[in-house]
């Protein structure tokens, strides 16, 4: 039987310049498997623990702690554990640090360790890792699907200086017919935006925020970036609802002070900003809000799921946790579940959030965060799990771009075999 015969992190930085992890696992047939963790900006509070160190160093970022917790503790735990069982190697992580939140020992310790390990695995087999998390973790036969690329093309809130309030404003390339073209789509959007911007703004406008989406420089709120936004999908000779539909993520727990929600000088409650997404859904091609109201706003949630159709995706509100999840699903308070593996902290526990998401006929957008590295194992995750919806930011930034080219990659070694689910984007998941 293969072995873990040594596992080694170390601090290395991420796309805001702040230290992360990255963790090698090595297999006793010399096979290896590495991961580097994300961290978001705009966390929900029930998210699993960053340990970090504290201090001076790094502003009290640093993650030596968490580091000298893979290499000790969980170097230690693991070396008896079969790599090729994720399942057990998830759990025998879990015990090591039962603690809520993962905080003892650190979910971004624990997670680099459970990543690193799916990597290696699929190496030792000779697999790529999507079939590898397909096949042998999750556990799918069906033919594979790409996702259709949800890109942030404008950044606002947590993620940019600027004055929008709005995180996100996202579009979506269905029209096109596979995953290559919808990246074609993409890129061309986004640089006519570019152009457009800076003709408006001035060259400031060229400058971009956290996940590689334009400033939004000189933008005066919501409905000019989606006007902005709209003229630039037709001038770059597309067609806004065929080819090309629009997201936002409102991330609207930042928004939120005092009971009202603060958007474009204005003070809203929850019902006025439930108008205001309903007149914007009848305005232009709006097609998926993530966290239209605050974290622990289910009630409010599940108000605007009776008013609409489009798909209404929950971040913030259930932290990839399956225990929230059910909760959500129950008080259907959404439509799509936002997964991010680091906000629970495991492969396995992330995988089970997206199965619970889907068995209650939930889509699933795997997603990045706001600060990332050129990890690009969510790219495979997303086409092992056969979600059909992929958020990775602008199509812009080595540490956004490495998930659109994996999965280009990964198109290709199936040689262009596989789905591409366009404007069924939330349902898609169903058939694979
Ligand atoms: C998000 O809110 O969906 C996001 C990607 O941002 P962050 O990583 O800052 O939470
Ligand atoms: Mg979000």
Redesign the pocket.
């Known amino acids: 039987m293969v072995k873990i015969t040594s596992i080694r992190a170390l601090e290395i930085l991420d796309s805001r310049g702040n230290p992360t992890l990255m963790t090698k696992v090595a297999l006793s047939d010399g096979t290896t498997g590495v991961a580097k963790v994300?961290?978001?900006?705009?966390?929900?509070i029930h998210e699993a623990v960053e340990l970090r160190d504290g201090g001076n160093r790094y502003g009290g970022k640093g993650v030596t702690r968490a580091v000298k917790n893979v290499n000790t503790v969980l170097a230690k735990t693991m070396s008896s554990v079969d790599p090729l069982k994720q399942k057990s190697v998830d759990d025998t992580l879990l015990e090591a640090d039962p603690s809520k939140g993962k905080g003892k020992l650190g979910a971004n310790a624990i997670l680099s360790v459970s990543m690193a390990t799916a990597v290696a695995a699929a190496s030792h087999l000779e697999m790529e890792l999507f079939e590898y998390l397909r096949k042998n973790v999750i556990s799918k036969t069906a033919k594979y699907q790409l996702p259709v690329p949800m890109s942030n093309v404008i950044n606002g809130g947590?993620?940019a200086g600027n004055d929008l309030a709005i995180?996100?404003f996202m579009i979506l390339p269905v029209g096109a017919k596979t995953y290559p073209e919808g990246v074609r789509y993409l890129s061309e959007v986004y640089h006519t935006l570019g152009t457009r911007m800076i003709k408006r703004h001035g060259r400031m406008a060229k400058h971009v925020g956290?996940?590689g989406g334009y400033c939004g420089y000189g933008l005066k709120g919501t409905i000019d970036a989606f006007e902005e936004i709209m003229g630039a999908i037709e001038e770059a000779g597309y067609t806004p609802k065929k080819d090309v539909v629009l997201g936002i993520?409102a991330?609207a727990s930042g928004l939120f002070k005092n009971g009202k929600y603060a958007i474009d000088g204005k003070n809203l409650d929850a019902s006025e900003l439930l108008e205001f997404y309903l007149e914007l859904e009848k305005t232009f091609p709006l097609q998926t809000v993530?966290?239209p109201f605050e974290e622990e706003a289910f009630a409010d949630f599940a108000e605007y799921m009776k008013k609409t159709r489009i798909q209404v995706v929950t971040?913030?509100l259930t932290v990839s946790n399956p225990e929230i999840v059910h909760r959500a699903i129950e008080e259907k308070a959404g439509n799509a579940l936002?997964l991010?593996v680091n906000q629970i902290g495991s492969v396995t526990e992330a995988i089970e959030a997206a199965t619970i998401a889907n068995k209650a006929d939930w889509g699933v957008v795997v997603?990045?965060?706001?600060?990332e590295t050129g990890d690009t194992f969510i790219a495979d995750l997303c086409v092992a799990l056969g979600t059909g919806q992929l958020?990775t930011g602008g199509p812009a930034r080595s540490d956004r771009v490495e998930k659109y080219n994996r999965l280009l990659e990964i198109y290709d070694v199936l040689d262009g075999k596989c789905g591409y689910p366009g404007s069924d984007f939330r349902t898609a998941w169903r058939n694979y």
């Open positions: 994300p961290s978001g900006a705009s966390t929900g947590a993620h995180q996100e956290d996940e993520d991330a993530e966290d971040d913030d936002l991010k997603s990045h965060r706001s600060g958020k």
